[in-house]
């Protein structure tokens, strides 16, 4: 009966409860993530007609920032849920050999493009704009989050890009702040 209640539920566990899974380039993996040709005109078109905004995560192999992004902030039912529902995540790798294509038409092998783009530490979130800019995408991201940071200070980026607050007067930090306010209060 034990075995009947256990097994039952794990059926029934969340979106992202276990631990991530490792792909054969080293990276994490969430099964919210796209497998893109990373050309990022292309995915901007297609985050846009899943009604989805287009966000891009560096990540490296043995990166214990990126194994506490994924172990404790998406591994979050609810933080996995609402990335899922609501942004395209193209994952790569700082140091892969992976073409990707700017919005420009610029071409270059992952570990290039980081360096374009001014990537130098993993984990890193671009969050794309909703229109094809003409230059590259670290001009033309919305906002950047650099590092792991903690589950609702996470989530709250990802809420302030959907409801497009860098576009208003509140800074991230004002949002993240008045929303960890509303929380303490409930």
């Known amino acids: ?10 059926a029934l566990a ?15 993996k969430q099964p919210w993530f796209s497998v893109t040709f990373k050309d990022m005109g292309e995915d901007l078109e297609a985050a846009a007609e899943a009604g989805k905004r287009l966000a891009v995560i560096f990540e490296q192999r043995g990166c214990i920032y990126c194994e506490k992004l994924h172990e404790e902030v998406f591994a979050d ?15 790569m790798n700082l140091f892969g050999d992976e073409e990707v294509t700017d919005f420009d038409g ?17 984990p890193t979130i671009l969050f794309m704009p909703d229109a094809a800019p003409d230059g590259p995408a ?7 989050m650099p590092g792991a940071f903690g589950k609702l200070t996470s989530l709250h980026m990802f809420e302030w890009v959907r409801e497009k607050g860098y576009e208003g007067e509140e800074h991230f930090q004002k949002y993240h702040a008045r929303k960890l306010a509303a929380k303490q209060t409930q």
Do not use: C, S
């Open 1 to 10: 009966m034990k075995r009947l209640a256990a097994a039952a539920l794990l």
């Open 138 to 144: 670290n001009a033309a991201a919305v906002a950047t």
């Open 77 to 91: 039912p609810e933080i996995a849920a609402y990335i899922a529902e609501n942004f395209m995540v193209v994952q």
């Open 106 to 122: 610029t071409a270059l092998p992952e570990k290039e493009m980081a360096g374009r783009w001014g990537v130098v530490f993993t």
């Open 14 to 28: 969340p979106l992202g409860a276990a631990a991530a899974e490792i792909g054969e380039d080293g990276l994490h």
